[in-house]
């Protein structure tokens, strides 16, 4: 204790995974206790373990806390990155991963500048959405959701379709909360793709990567949403064209359940002060091969076992009928 009490704090960031099921997203609501977040266990395990004194768990301004990313209810993050000032006692990952769950896990730690703020720094932020590919089949296919296998023809609908969002749009049909002139609602999207299907407990799966500057509440989940709604055969692919338009569109959500938080990108900060001597580079090479561990142990089992229970994906495509996507949305 008295060790700790003397050691000076210092500004880090934390590389962190986390399997998000049972969780209402990343970010602590402080006084609402019924919400339980991945904060929630993080803040206390930093206490635990000496890293902060216990009043800073309860104001989180006090160690500058800072997340790059508030993951929605649900979703999981293999590279997810807080910068918070800290204690620097000995052994403390594995004093800090000693409080966490198994799902949660810290993977490295790097000092960072006094002034760093891992949100404002962040220049893009690389997601993956995993999904069974029945959930490309047309709509007036009869599927057997095991036997479904994604063709040639289907996935490359799908990447033309993807590609449209590359570049500048208006997303304010892709979030609740903005109107369409509102300037924030203009955001930048560096690449979409849906890669090669792969089969795991009998079900196709494909995983779709987007890297972008910054995503609104839902928008992803919408964005991948309108795509299965189009190669469906329920939407018109001009709807795309208008979403992105003045009037409000009826966008489908997909599922929380397959979004993963991959990477964030820190680009303009380590061409400042990655090489200065002092500071190193915001790359986590090495700790490459334990986030794909961890994927395989904690995040790709938990969305492949919840899909095969819950059928959250086969039960959503079911709502897509009920959309109305050619008139305005109300």
Known sequence: EDQNKKSPKRKIVLLMAYSGKGYHGMQRNVGSSQFKTIEDDLVSALVQSGCIPENHGEDMKKMSFQRCAR?????SAAGQIVSLKVRLID??????????????????????????NSKNKCDARTYSYMLPTFA????????????YRLDRETLEKVNKLLACYKGTHNFHNFTSQKGPRDPSAK??????????????ESIEFAVIKVKGQSFMMHQIRKMIGLVIAIVKGYAAESILERSWGEEKVDVPKAPGLGLVLERVHFEKYNRRFGNDGLH???????????????????????IINTEREEKSMANWLNTLSIHDFNSSAV
Not at 95 to 110: D, Q
Not at 138 to 147: P, T, Y
Not at 286 to 295: A, D, G, L, M
């Open 71 to 75: 993951t929605d209810k649900g979703v």
């Open 136 to 147: 490309f089949a047309h709509k007036d296919q009869d599927v057997q959701e095991e036997a």
């Open 280 to 302: 190193e580079p915001l790359e986590w090479t090495r700790e490459e091969e334990k986030i794909t561990v961890f994927k395989e142990q904690h995040i790709y089992p938990t």
């Open 91 to 116: 052994d403390i990952l594995e004093k800090i991963n000693n409080h966490l769950p198994s799902h949660i896990r810290i993977l490295g730690l790097k000092r960072v500048t006094g002034g760093f």
């Open 187 to 200: 955001r930048y999207i560096m690449e979409m793709y849906c890669g090669e299907p792969f089969v795991r």
